[in-house]
């Protein structure tokens, strides 16, 4: 008998039963929510008057409105102020958990999750935002819900679910230099595109992966739902472990990671598990990633040729002519020098301690270009805390970069920060759709947060590789 | 049904005239911008459908379906490849609904946008792009002819043509007996589910 995936063993045990729809009742172990899906949740609870059945695998912050500059309250922004009041009641209400501002705990939902120690493997983990994915990191079967599914979770502590293909993406060899882990997703969803992944989840595998630091294989994951797949994860190992060892909690609850680690160790795929499918990947041979259209699908190397549309699968050449004629790029042209106007280094795809460092090694010593207004919003208030102890944010400022508090910031432009007009931003974050940054002709160009560090400094789309690294931080 | 809410509303079908949205990788920042979702309910969505698509700065019209009076009325929408990708706002099919659509027809779906249509009792249902962009001329065509979706019959019927489509197993299951109002259903099984949580190692039972 083969065996089985960490999709199947935390799938399995986590199945309460089979529902009349043929759908599985699955388990939740956390449930992450923040102000902007879950409030209309908590008024269907109300409405039915039903009580949250587990606040205590329930934790909530705020992330997506809340001002990233002054965020004395009530917020200037009287929607958010209301958004943020209503979260605050029904937390509140339900006696669940808020890593709110004043806790100093506050940040994007999936920076907190995993930097507080609540994110672990073989927990099942929802949010109603689509990158839960990202906590499949730590190998935790994660995925974005819609609000009705919230409302399901908070009153039944589950989800209906169908059961999914697995697809195993290998990534052999070593990354060169200059290539992180977000030049690697953005390469995989180039190759299999936005809705190959649909009805699969990824397991992310070989060398490469294995090679990442836990923020890395997090920015991978992240991004599995911009491939079209709900959830994706890395088997757990002692990079993993690791990494959970110095998380506050377990730090003080040293015998909870004993008593886990053997079920940790349970639920990682076999060796012999069998895989719906499979796709390998020489990672040796990628270079840095950046994208010329709208969609994270439309992405090319730096140095190489845009792809004309008539040489794309038919069903792409529609969308792709049109997003050439948005960001202004002409097929056989290269994003190397294509001029920015904005640099935004956040997200929760690459706003964590390390994607900052590493940034910081770019900028150390050079100044922003004086036409480009550039950012950086840590992920959480514990990232920036430990930011400005090590000095980044004095290399940040030096060098001309505004640095703010920790939000989702630009990357969906709810809040205050937004591109104005048809401004070009070199972007750390997920999603380049047109209008996504809080401008309709504003224009994104997703990259790793070196490769944003380099183009604020330039002005221009720029190979990291040509630039030299300071000291201040290890090569990715 | 198990609860003081009422017997499900079943969705066997869903008829009524068309709208064609075009386009594949459509995704839910198009469907409804981010600073639409400022709101703590979802009342009064509808009017942002698509709004960055259909007026420019000046809050002028631009050129889309949902702006041409032939298409007001409509409440099946036809769109192509990947409809709903992206952000797992709720929030998009909530302002399609409120807009006055029933149901989808389309090449493929984002699984969470298509779960959260389930949600509401609205079918996401399937055609090859061929079947699909068939449908979306006959709506140009005939903007006040009648599309029928048969949810049970996976087919779609418009003038005098019916096609076969595909409906997601458990999302037929449920919109057809009238179980896509999950919360209910799984409330029933609160015991099962206590069983669960204890048999976890992680999850603390007091």
């Known amino acids: ?476 | 049904m198990t609860d003081s809410d009422g017997p499900a509303e079943t969705v066997e079908r869903v008829s009524g005239s068309g709208i064609p949205v075009r386009g594949n990788d459509i995704d839910t920042d198009q469907i409804i911008p981010a600073r639409f979702m400022k709101v703590v309910t979802f009342d009064g969505l509808g009017q942002f459908s698509f709004f960055d698509q259909r007026f420019d700065d000046d809050d002028n019209e631009k050129d889309h379906p949902m702006n041409e009076d032939r298409f007001r009325d409509a409440s099946v929408m036809v769109v192509n490849a990947n409809f709903g990708c992206g952000s797992s706002r709720e929030h998009a099919p909530q302002a399609l609904v409120r807009w006055g659509i029933d149901a989808i027809i389309g090449e493929s779906f984002a699984e969470i946008f298509a779960g959260n249509c389930l949600a509401l009792g609205v079918p996401t249902v399937t055609g090859d792009a061929e079947t699909v962009e068939a449908i979306q001329d006959w709506v140009d065509e005939h903007p006040d002819g009648d599309i029928d979706v048969d949810v049970a019959a996976e087919t779609v019927t418009y003038g005098d043509t019916t096609v076969d489509v595909t409906v997601d197993d458990a999302q037929r299951k449920a919109l057809v007996e009238g179980v896509w109002d999950t919360t209910a259903l799984m409330k029933a099984n609160a015991g099962e589910v206590e069983k669960t949580a204890a048999s976890l190692p992680y999850v603390d039972t007091a």
């Open chain 1, 1 to 476: 008998m083969s065996g089985g995936t960490l999709y199947d063993k935390v799938w399995d045990r986590h199945a309460v039963t089979e529902l009349p729809t043929g759908q599985t009742q699955l388990f939740v172990g956390l449930h992450l929510i923040h102000e902007v899906t879950s409030p209309q949740a908590f008024g269907m609870l109300e409405e039915r008057d039903m009580e949250v059945a587990y606040p205590e695998l329930t934790h909530a912050t705020v992330d997506h409105i809340v001002p990233t500059a002054d965020q004395s309250r009530p917020y200037a922004d009287d929607a958010a102020e209301r958004m943020m009041a209503e979260l605050e009641e029904n937390v509140h209400d339900a006696g669940i958990e808020f890593s709110d501002p004043e806790s100093g705990n506050q940040g994007i939902v999936h920076v907190i999750g995993p930097e507080q120690g609540l994110t672990q493997p073989g927990k099942t983990i929802v949010c109603g935002d689509s990158h839960t994915s990202t906590h499949g990191a730590f190998g935790a079967l994660a995925f974005g819900i819609g609000t009705s599914q919230i409302r399901d979770v908070l009153a039944t502590g589950t989800i209906a679910m169908e059961k999914k293909d697995v697809r195993k993406i290998e990534v052999t060899g070593e990354l060169p230099d200059g290539v992180g882990a977000k030049d690697v997703i953005l390469e995989i969803i180039r190759r299999l595109g936005t809705d190959g992944g649909v009805g699969y989840v990824y397991e992310y595998a070989g060398g490469a992966i294995e090679s990442l630091d836990m923020e890395g294989r997090m920015s991978i994951c992240n991004m599995s739902i911009e491939g079209g797949a709900r959830a994706g994860y890395v088997n757990p190992d002692e990079t993993t472990y690791e990494w959970l060892q110095e998380t506050e909690y377990f730090r003080e609850h040293p015998e909870k990671f004993d008593e886990l680690k053997p079920y940790w160790e349970s639920i990682r795929s076999d060796d012999d598990a069998e895989y719906d499918d499979v796709v390998t990947i020489d990672g040796s041979e990628l270079e840095p990633v950046v994208t010329w259209g709208t969609t994270p699908g439309q992405g090319v190397g730096v140095t190489q040729p845009i792809p004309a549309p008539e040489d794309l699968p038919a069903d792409k050449a529609d969308t792709a002519r049109r997003a050439q004629e948005h960001m202004r790029v002409e097929p056989g042209e290269t994003m190397d020098g294509y001029p920015i106007d904005v640099a935004f280094l956040g997200s929760c795809t690459n706003a964590r301690l390390p994607d900052l460092r590493r940034a910081a090694g770019i900028v150390e010593g050079r100044e922003v270009h004086p036409d480009v207004r550039a950012m950086v919003v840590p992920g959480s208030q514990r990232v920036a805390r430990a930011a400005e102890e090590e000095g980044l944010r004095e290399t940040f400022e030096a060098a001309g970069f505004d640095w703010r508090n920790a939000g989702c910031s630009m990357c969906l432009g709810m809040n205050e920060d937004q591109l104005e007009g048809d401004e070009a931003c070199a972007s750390s974050s997920n999603r380049n759709f047109v209008g996504r940054q809080g401008s309709k002709d504003g224009r994104t160009v997703l990259m790793n947060p070196r490769m944003v560090a380099a183009a604020a400094v330039e002005g221009e789309v720029t190979d990291v590789r040509d630039l030299e690294t300071a000291e201040v931080v290890a090569d990715d």
